[in-house]
């Protein structure tokens, strides 16, 4: 985790790509701390790790292997008990590949506990198969389709509906899924926004992890406005 100076005003979750603690593609705690301090400031970051593909699901029948429901009910419990008494703050969501496919779901599935989900390059919004990682971590075809994305934002489109709570990044390897993302979500009439400026390699880096994280502190400000003379971001 990377702790903020300041009092704490959010908590990011840093989603993964990778098993473990995997450097692949990067690591994003590494990058985010190269972040301008502007964009860190107030932000509890958290990345979470899984020994299994973390597509973010729970197996349909190993009770080894429930992401979704760690994530949910273990990885946020803790981060909001390590506040030491401070107020409650946003949860919100950062990722890109299968981080932003899990990012997604997460929001659609449990819009109650985060606030904004903010991804780039994010698999899996185009009518293509799924990866066999996430087959192999789903564990069944009804498992799958609870996860699919895409079922999931049209599904749930009614309460996304309102103030915007979704930042679309791209165009990084996935652009297809990009473009496809952003007509779905037009399509279902989800309030959203939608930008391709952050070109940059299909791993964790600043470069794209800087606009991402603009978005998500706008749309963070526009949900929950503060007091007027109240502290800023």
Same mark, same amino acid.
């Given at each position: 985790m990377i702790w903020p100076k300041q009092p704490v005003r959010r908590i990011v979750l840093a989603l993964p790509v990778e098993t473990g603690d995997g450097r692949k593609y990067g690591h994003s705690l590494d990058e985010i701390a190269r972040l301008p301090a502007d964009l860190r400031d107030g932000a509890a970051f958290a990345a979470p790790t899984?020994?299994?593909?973390?597509?973010?699901?729970?197996?349909?029948? &190993?009770?080894?292997? !429930? !992401?979704?429901?760690?994530l949910v009910r273990v990885v946020v419990p803790t981060v909001l008990t390590a506040l030491s008494g401070q107020a409650r703050p946003p949860v919100h969501?950062?990722?890109?590949?299968?981080?932003?496919f899990a990012a997604l779901n997460l929001l659609t599935r449990h819009p109650g506990l985060f606030t904004v989900?903010?991804?780039?390059?994010?698999?899996?919004?185009?009518? =293509?198969?799924?990866?066999? !990682?996430?087959?192999?971590?789903?564990?069944?075809?009804? &498992?799958?389709?609870?996860?699919?994305? +895409? +079922?999931?934002? =049209?599904?749930?489109?009614d309460g996304l509906h309102g103030a915007r709570r979704i930042a679309l990044g791209g165009v990084g390897t996935l652009e297809a899924d990009w473009a496809a993302g952003r007509q779905l979500l037009e399509e279902a009439d989800i309030p959203h926004r939608a930008y391709r400026d952050a070109p940059a390699e299909h791993r964790w880096s600043a470069a794209w992890l800087a606009p991402a994280m603009r978005h998500l502190l706008d749309l963070e400000a526009r949900l929950l406005p503060r007091p007027e003379g109240g502290p800023g971001r």
């Open positions: 899984f020994s299994e593909s973390p597509w973010l699901v729970n197996h349909a029948t &190993r009770t080894d292997c !429930q !992401q979704e429901t760690h969501l950062l990722g890109f590949s299968k981080g932003g989900a903010s991804v780039w390059d994010a698999s899996l919004l185009s009518d =293509r198969p799924p990866h066999p !990682q996430l087959v192999h971590v789903a564990g069944s075809t009804a &498992r799958l389709d609870e996860y699919d994305v +895409r +079922r999931n934002l =049209r599904g749930h489109a």
